[in-house]
Every structure is written in structure tokens, then in C-alpha cells.
């Protein structure tokens, strides 16, 4: 009876201990909310949708499944950051620096990234639908949705 019950208890703890991690730190989203530098946060989960956030310093920071709809991103730095997930539908990601960050399965859907700087980031499953990618920089990127995107040459 007890190596069952063993059985069946280590998967929903793991769950648990899994979804434990991805909360956004509270002091992080306040730090960031504050002075606009996060570097190597975790704002996994975050709640930003509108958030101003032009030339934010978030190099490395994990956004993974961040709420950023319509939030201002103009010209941050997001290089390695982990934005895998997150919803930046009609985000203002211009001349965005997102060098190998991490937008696996992020919805990028109406999103301004011209001129944006994604260079080897990883852009599988992302949809990019309506998105202005004019002047963007893709070279070495991998994956992405493409279709009823603006301006892509890849």
C-alpha cells in the first residue's frame, strides 16, 4: 500500500513544485515596474499587458508565459531572455534587441517588430499573424509562423 501511494505521490509533487516555479517574483515585477532593469529576473507568468516599458533592461530575464499584450517594449534590450510562451499580441517591439532570446510558442500576433533585432532566437511555434517585421534582422533564426506577416525576409 505504501509503494503506491508513493507512486502515485511523486508525479503530483513534482506538478506542484513545477508550477511553483513559474510565479513571477514579486520584488522582480516591482524592480522592474520601478527602474526598468531586471537583468536575470524571474517574471515567469508576470502580468504586463500594457506595461511602458521602452528601452527596459531585461537581458536574460525569464518572461516565460508573460501577459505583455500591448505593452511598450521600444528598443529594449531582451537578448537570451526567455520569452517562450509569453502573449505579446500588438506589442511595440521596435528596435527590440532579442539576439537569441527564446519566443518558442510566444503569440507575436499584431506585434510592431520593425527593425527589430532577432538574430539566432529561437522563433519555433511562434505566431507572427498581422505582425510588422519590417527591417527585422532574422538571420540564424530558427522556426516561426510567418504567414500574414508584414515585410519578413528571412
Known amino acids: 500500500m505504501k509503494k503506491i501511494f508513493i507512486i502515485i505521490?511523486?508525479?503530483?509533487?513534482?506538478?506542484?513544485?513545477?508550477?511553483?516555479t513559474l510565479a513571477?517574483?514579486?520584488?522582480?515585477?516591482?524592480?522592474?515596474?520601478?527602474?526598468?532593469?531586471?537583468?536575470r529576473c524571474n517574471?515567469?507568468?508576470?502580468k504586463l499587458n500594457g506595461a511602458r516599458l521602452t528601452r527596459a533592461r531585461l537581458r536574460g530575464a525569464n518572461l516565460s508565459r508573460a501577459k505583455l499584450r500591448g505593452a511598450s517594449l521600444r528598443s529594449a534590450d531582451l537578448r537570451g531572455a526567455n520569452l517562450s510562451r509569453a502573449d505579446l499580441r500588438r506589442a511595440n517591439l521596435r528596435s527590440a534587441k532579442l539576439n537569441r532570446a527564446n519566443l518558442s510558442?510566444?503569440?507575436?500576433r499584431g506585434a510592431?517588430?520593425?527593425?527589430a533585432d532577432l538574430r539566432g532566437a529561437n522563433l519555433s511555434?511562434?505566431?507572427?499573424?498581422g505582425a510588422n517585421l519590417r527591417g527585422a534582422k532574422l538571420?540564424?533564426?530558427r522556426?516561426?509562423?510567418?504567414?500574414g506577416a508584414i515585410g519578413v525576409r528571412k
Open 112 to 115: 510592431n517588430l520593425r527593425g
Open 43 to 46: 517574471l515567469s507568468g508576470a
Open 24 to 39: 513571477a517574483n514579486k520584488s522582480h515585477v516591482k524592480k522592474l515596474k520601478k527602474t526598468k532593469k531586471c537583468q
Open 143 to 147: 522556426g516561426g509562423n510567418f504567414r
Open 9 to 20: 505521490m511523486i508525479p503530483i509533487l513534482v506538478g506542484f513544485l513545477g508550477h511553483a
Open 125 to 129: 511555434g511562434a505566431k507572427f499573424k
Open 139 to 141: 538571420k540564424g533564426a
Open 105 to 108: 510558442r510566444a503569440n507575436l
